[in-house]
């Protein structure tokens, strides 16, 4: 299943990846946001288990925001 979640309270705008039916999530990109960073969290995050992910980046905070895209990735993941 291929998903597009908007962000909230971060620099990236959307996050798109796909849900496969085994529960590995691939194809991870966003739009928008730190381009290193974020490319370093898509291949660190390329074929993980979905409740691996959420485990992870749950929580994760960026500077004075109450969230982060690594954040809204896990929350993506946890709706999708």
Request: proline share 0%; glycine share 10%.
């Amino acid at each position: 299943m291929d998903v597009t979640y908007k962000t909230k309270g971060t620099c990236s705008r959307s996050i798109s990846f796909t849900k496969n039916d085994d529960g590995t999530i691939t194809n991870i990109s966003f739009e928008g946001g730190c381009d290193g960073n974020l490319k370093a969290i898509s291949k660190l995050c390329e074929g993980m288990k979905a409740e691996e992910i959420v485990a992870k980046l749950k929580g994760n905070i960026c500077g004075y925001k109450s969230t982060s895209c690594a954040d809204q990735l896990a929350k993506a993941v946890e709706q999708a």
